[in-house]
């Protein structure tokens, strides 16, 4: 992909000594994503990352479905950062890009409206007795991946390469909006061409799709996706995505929001109910993955530690194109081998016999 | 002895002005920054509305600077100007009685919109790159075919918070209705959709050259900006806007898309005004004494405007200006030298 | 497919596209009536129209729908017309709109 602007838009990434703020949504989803993100950094790269149980949801949902006041987001922002100073960190880094959007609109409107910030100071004290204290950084977790990206390649056991062909993987990345759209300036590459998982994905051997359809919204959209009767914007927006890449054939779709990660998974098994159509060279999906599974799979994690098994797309096929080795009977097994349970068989699953879809590839 | 006047600019401004000083009998020095005459004139091709090639009025205004002997320094550039004269960057001193700044324009960079892709995909290109095919005498797609579906954006790099320029550059919408037909007069088939905000005609015979695409040539106007430009898997280009007239979104994938750019005020005007304590306005340009009787003035006696230095123009409001700006000089110089 | 009621379907784009809709109807009208390429979208003619003041009838905004090859709707919407001529009148371009709401009818009527 070619790409001249990205290098305009750097922002300064701390390099080690982080305060780990998590998202509330991927847990549920994508739980090893996490825990692949911290000992990725703490175990693999030695870093110093503190994953503090004592921080809550950032209630960035609430708040952009208009059940959770802007006093009280910015009050809950305010003792996150207070947590962090407490716990003798100052790089404040959030897992999820809802919340990234959200420190960083909170930020900003505190600069920009003094008073809110005093307000918020105020309620803070009163409410939890804490001082309001700002961040020294701020990043959101793939930024930090980013930035280490070159060590991780260094530590590669998998790259991102057709083991079969030889050929690069060919990635489609997807950027939550909230990552760079609200503030460019805080997004490595700015809004246009982000870098961010770009960078990743080039440092570890892939190559980029550039489709037309690549800025555009998931359609996650929160009030979309939580009122039944709007769902349907919410998933024709991942239908314009998934028909505008298609002719492409990616290998794998990565992002780096917790909704976007979610839905462009998900909604491919509604595509396919609801219009007969499946994605991917052989119509069994296109997998989709955090940039902390993709750099699982190169640094060589058990996919199922990966938590992979989640995925509502198969991700097996890609796995024997990167020559990745696994336990086809323990995709269901969890920790300590106990059976977790196996989902219904559908179209977007390797195994499904039946072929009556249209494939779009 | 002759009084003496350097004209900072050798673009049509500040050559016209040379050749009416020095048929009133006053010594012009011409410095130009770039190693010819001419200015950017000399990259387009027709000018509006009339289609004359734009050669049919430089090259007369060049072979008179050439055959009147007027000094040009070529190749060298101005760092600080003053009623007396000017310096420039190799730090020697022009002395002059006046001096006319005729620096005129800077291009808008179309890569700063970065959602055009300018400079990414290979089938986006400026008005400018568009008028320098047409010189070359062969207008192509990227892979060397004929576009069959050409997309015009009008107000690139004008009218636009986003890159700092809010000012209308006036010249991109008639150059617009011109290209729109010149390509019409190339490719027949083709389709052509001009995309405005508003459709400025400001001057004599825009109007009905406007009219004429619309109707004798078919050019589609749809009244929305376009919002963003992508590379398709075949090298079209996917273009998104609201066709506010109908009130709904638009798509559409065409061959070819030409950025309309606006005209910017120069990087180093704030520079040079500072030099010589002259106003800069909020635009970028210079700002003239007054807009109605001290056009070609600036707040300093004996340095003068020619020009698209003061505002965006065109050619021929430029011309006829630079025809004020010499009989001001004169006047100035006459009162100053016969009163003293 | 499994028939499975998620309680919504894909919305549909409401985006006009150009490259799917059938210009062939629009090019005819426009080959046929090139001055109406001539609007300029001041609105005269709907502020003129008397349906339009009593129907949601808007010949502006009908006639360049149907340039970008919007048929849909058109035949219907273009009968509450009654040709009393007025827009005619009033067009600044001096486009011949009642001649052309009758080419867009004869044009249109199978749509």
């Known amino acids: 992909m070619r790409r001249a602007s990205w290098q305009e838009y750097q922002k300064d990434i701390a390099d080690d000594k982080y305060y780990y703020a998590r998202s509330c949504i991927r847990q549920n989803f994508f739980p090893g994503s996490e825990k692949a993100f911290l000992d990725i950094l703490g175990k693999d790269l030695g870093i110093d990352i503190f994953d503090d149980p004592l921080h809550t949801s950032c209630t960035g949902i609430g708040y952009h479905s208009d059940v959770v006041p802007l006093e009280t987001i910015m009050t809950v922002v305010a003792r996150q950062f207070a947590l962090m100073a407490e716990a003798g960190y100052e790089n404040f880094i959030s897992s999820c890009i809802t919340s990234f959007g959200i420190y960083n609109e909170v930020l900003a409107t505190w600069e920009e409206f003094p008073e809110t910030k005093e307000r918020t100071r105020r309620y803070l004290k009163e409410a939890t007795g804490r001082e309001l204290v700002l961040p020294r950084s701020i990043a959101h977790t793939s930024d930090i991946m980013f930035h280490h990206r070159r060590a991780i390649a260094q530590r590669a056991k998998h790259r991102l390469v057709n083991v079969h062909t030889g050929e690069p993987l060919r990635v489609v990345e997807h950027i939550g909006c909230h990552y760079a759209k609200i503030f460019p300036k805080s997004g490595i590459g700015g809004s246009e061409f982000p870098y961010v998982l770009a960078g990743m994905i080039e440092a570890w051997g892939g190559d980029v799709v550039d489709y037309p359809e690549r800025r555009h919204c998931c359609g996650f959209g929160f009030r979309n996706y939580l009122v039944q009767a709007n769902r349907g914007y919410s998933i024709a927006n991942s239908h314009k995505k998934l028909e505008s890449m298609a002719p492409y054939r990616p290998d794998f779709i990565v992002a780096n929001c917790p909704g976007c990660a979610m839905f462009l998974d998900k909604w491919q098994y509604a595509i396919a109910e609801m219009e007969g159509t499946t994605y991917g060279a052989d119509g069994r999906g296109i997998p989709v993955l955090t940039y902390e599974e993709m750099a699982g799979l190169v640094l060589g994690y058990d996919p199922w530690e990966l938590g992979m098994q989640m995925h509502q797309v198969d991700v097996e096929p890609l796995l024997d194109k990167m020559g990745v080795a696994y336990d086809r009977e323990a995709k269901y097994l969890g920790r300590g081998g106990k059976y977790i349970g196996k989902p219904a068989k559908v179209a977007v699953n390797c195994d499904e016999e039946r072929r009556i879809y249209q494939i779009k590839r | ?340 | 497919m499994r028939n499975i009621n998620f309680g919504y379907g894909i919305s549909r784009p409401r985006a006009i596209d150009i490259d799917n809709n059938d210009l062939r109807k629009s090019n005819a009208i426009i080959a046929e009536m090139p001055e109406l390429q001539a609007c300029i979208g001041c609105g005269s003619c709907t502020a003129s129209c008397t349906a339009g003041n009593l129907t949601e009838f808007n010949f502006r905004r009908l006639h360049t729908a149907v340039r970008r090859g919007e048929y849909k709707g058109a035949y219907e919407d273009i009968n509450k017309c009654m040709l009393c001529g007025k827009c005619r009148l009033v067009c600044p371009r001096g486009i011949n709109t009642r001649a052309l709401i009758m080419l867009i009818k004869r044009k249109l009527g199978d749509f």
């Open chain 2, 1 to 340: 002895m002759a009084k003496r006047v350097v004209i900072v600019g050798g673009g049509p401004a500040g050559m016209q002005t040379a050749l009416e000083l020095k048929a009133r009998g006053i010594e012009p020095i011409i410095v130009e920054r770039d190693v010819e005459l001419g200015g950017k004139v000399r990259d387009w091709h027709k000018l509006f509305p009339s289609f004359t090639p734009a050669s049919d009025v430089l090259d007369p205004i060049i072979r008179g600077v050439k055959s009147a002997k007027i000094r040009c320094f070529l190749g060298q550039e101005v760092r600080a100007i003053a009623p007396d004269g000017v310096t420039l960057r190799s730090e020697e001193r022009i002395h002059a009685d006046a001096v006319v700044v005729a620096t005129g324009f800077t291009l808008f960079d179309a890569h700063r919109k970065q959602e055009y892709g300018y400079g990414l995909y290979s089938n986006v290109i400026t008005s400018v790159d568009l008028e320098r095919m047409m010189n070359n005498g062969r207008v192509t797609l990227a892979d060397g075919s004929e576009p069959r579906r050409i997309a015009i954006l009008h107000c690139v790099g004008s009218r636009d918070e986003k890159v700092c320029q809010r000012h209308c550059s006036k010249v991109c919408c008639i150059t617009g209705v011109k290209q729109a037909i010149e390509l019409k007069q190339m490719f027949p088939t083709a389709d052509v959709f001009n995309f405005y905000m508003d459709i400025r005609m400001f001057g004599a015979g825009y109007e009905e050259l406007y009219r004429e695409a619309q109707q004798r040539y078919n050019v589609h106007f749809v009244r929305g900006r376009i919002s963003e430009a992508a590379q398709t898997i075949n090298d079209r280009i996917q273009i998104k806007a609201e066709d506010t007239l109908t009130g709904r979104p638009l798509r559409m994938t065409v061959d070819m898309l030409v950025l309309l750019v606006g005209m910017n005020g120069n990087r180093d005007n704030e520079s040079l005004a500072a030099s010589a304590s002259l106003n800069i306005a909020p635009n970028g340009f210079f700002e003239p004494k007054d807009s109605f009787r001290g056009a070609v003035c600036s707040q300093r006696e004996g340095i003068f405007f020619a020009g698209a230095a003061t505002a965006p123009k065109s050619l021929a409001d430029t011309l006829a200006e630079a025809s004020m700006t010499a009989s001001t000089v004169a006047e100035y110089l006459n009162h100053k030298y016969n009163t003293r």
